[in-house]
């Protein structure tokens, strides 16, 4: 059983995020298993993933729930604790996104399987933020994102361009199809690049199974989508040389990336053990130290509440098609996903996390860069 102490502490927290144990309200906390308070005060964020997939605690809206939490900056009282500071030492410390750790978030995510992306994904099989303006569906969202992409880096048919963190093949199909460009993409994931090369057969696209630190040539344009959160901040300049060598002296450099608040050298411990395995969300300092007298800001572009948007829609295709995955999933992995999925969302609306897409040149645009929205 919980110490008095315990549960006293994390009502009075709840309390301030208008959070009600039993309460009638779907962000309300309904507790399964009492020793959840001594665990969410000892473990953190941690603590409270891992309950919540052994159902220790549920809620009706677990975003909702989790978008309180943070919107109260609950979690600033976790990171006051010292066993946070033990956790994060070893990140600081250490490169855990080296060569020999690179492929591990293949592993452990990407490789999960690719029945799980298809039901979830759009039909292009997009795996970051949908641009919302002006659409009202998953689908809309990611052709007018990847549309997005395409125009900020003014393709025209004929320019090779490098796609570093391909996915499946989504933008290199679709710059392929839509503008003639010719792609090389590259991945760390043997499932992506099997399916990528499959869905992209036909198209001048070239998918390679390769870390960004083994690739040559020159390139007309490069772009980086939902990649750069797995780099790692010890390897964030390392990574922007090779892009710097790798583009042409009058090509451009989009970067699309979670981006977070301040400056950190570790991720959310939960998502690190379950979700994403070493992987860090970079900030503008870090970004700004990265391409230090590499790169000529052109612009910034900041939509991160679009992210909130994708990963609910993400959600409701996953539970809808649940019955069919079921089988080979099981019950834990649905509570991960929907624990993953949803808090996402609930930093995204927060405020937390943010999204950012950058455009960078080696030398400066002649006559300045004409921004796209």
């Known amino acids: 059983m919980p110490s008095r102490g315990s549960k006293g502490i994390v009502t009075e927290l709840l309390a301030h995020a208008g959070i009600v144990i039993a309460g009638k309200n779907p962000w309300d906390l309904k507790v399964n298993d009492e020793r959840v308070f001594e665990r969410v005060l000892k473990q953190g964020p941690l603590g409270l993933g891992e309950a919540y997939m052994e159902r220790w605690w549920d809620v009706e809206c677990v975003d909702e729930f989790l978008y309180r939490i943070q919107r109260a900056r609950l979690r600033q009282y976790a990171r006051r604790n010292w066993r946070f500071y033990l956790f994060a030492l070893p990140h ?30 759009d039909d292009r099989m997009v795996y970051s933020c949908g641009y919302w303006k002006d659409v009202s569906t998953l689908q809309e969202a990611q052709e007018a994102k990847l549309d997005l992409v395409c125009r900020k880096l003014s393709l025209e048919p004929g320019m090779k361009v490098l796609d570093i963190g391909c996915g499946f093949g989504s933008f290199a199909r679709f710059a392929a199809e839509k503008y003639g460009v010719t792609i090389v993409g590259v991945t760390n994931s043997e499932q992506q690049a099997t399916l990528a090369r499959k869905l992209c057969e036909g198209l001048s696209i070239e998918i390679r199974l390769q870390d960004y630190r083994e690739i040559s040539g020159t390139y007309d344009h490069i772009v980086s989508i939902a990649m750069f959160e797995a780099v790692g901040h010890k390897n964030f300049r390392t990574f922007m040389k090779i892009v710097h060598d790798l583009l042409n002296d009058h090509g451009l450099f989009l970067l699309h990336t979670i981006g977070g608040n301040f400056t950190r050298f570790s991720g959310d411990a939960w998502t690190e053990r379950y979700i994403f395995p070493n992987g860090m969300i970079p900030s503008i300092e870090q970004i700004g130290t990265a391409i230090e007298k590499l790169f000529v800001m052109e612009d910034w572009h900041s939509f991160g509440t679009d992210y909130d948007k994708t990963l609910m829609a993400w959600f409701r295709n996953f539970d809808a098609a649940w019955q069919d995955l079921e089988g080979k999933y099981g019950e834990r992995f649905y509570r991960m996903w929907t624990y993953y999925l949803l808090s996402f969302a609930s930093s995204f609306r927060a405020r937390e996390l943010l999204l950012w897409q950058i455009v960078l040149s080696k030398n400066g645009v002649p006559g300045g860069y004409t921004s796209v929205r």
């Open 92 to 121: 600081i410390l250490f490169n855990f996104q080296g060569r020999s750790k690179a492929k591990e978030v293949a592993l452990v995510h990407y490789d999960k399987g690719n029945d799980l992306f298809r039901a979830m994904l």
